[in-house]
């Protein structure tokens, strides 16, 4: 299977790459350095990385993604956007429901618009299956008010997306990524004072008239690794979801 990975030299798209080519399938990697020397560094040149095609193209550029999948593609997975964790940051940025600042503009632009490229190149090219990785839906309730045009734009891409693939479109959204199985933030979400910090964030949003409180949530949430997150997102986009 031809697949192409947009934003593949990322924390993500990069094992995503190793995922897919441990599957056998023919894989593209399409990001705006274009370099692999950072996948190199994380993965130590494993010897994966050179059966990966690298190429250097920048998918909010008109026509970009389209040159890109002009020869056919089986599927397609973008890890273009804002990292997980980056959503998960309070700003002052408020949205008053009527106007959106710079800053939340730029955030819907940088979401949004590069990925519906993606979308429609990948939709024309013939691709079979789709998948995005964006954010989960209690992130956004969390952090949504004073992001709101980035985790719009991550909503708004998703969408198009389902329209355009239906049940071929798997949207995955992990609240943090983390790359290692040692990772401190993974650590303590397993420990047992996490766990009672979650359970008594659960009975506050029980007792309270105005329900659960989702930063506080997202913020106790259980990271993906990586890796795994990887093998799930390979998964549903060969048909290989055993």
Known sequence: MRIVVFGGTGLVGSHVCKALVACGCAVSSISRGGSQAPVVERFKNEAWISQVNWVQADATLEGAAAAVLADGVDGVISCVGSS???LTVASADGWSGFKWTDRSKRQYAEN???NVQVIEAAKAAGAQRFVYVGVGSETELGFGGPNPGLYTGKRAAALAALEAFGDSFTYVGPSKVVERENDARLTFAK?????GLRAFN???????SF???FTTKT????PVVASDLALAMAACCTGRVE
């Open 219 to 222: 913020r106790l949430a259980t």
């Open 211 to 213: 329900g659960e409180d």
């Open 202 to 208: 659960d009975l506050i949003g029980e007792i309270r």
């Open 112 to 114: 949004y618009e590069p």
């Open 191 to 195: 420990s047992g004072l996490a766990s």
């Open 84 to 86: 997980a964790d980056s």
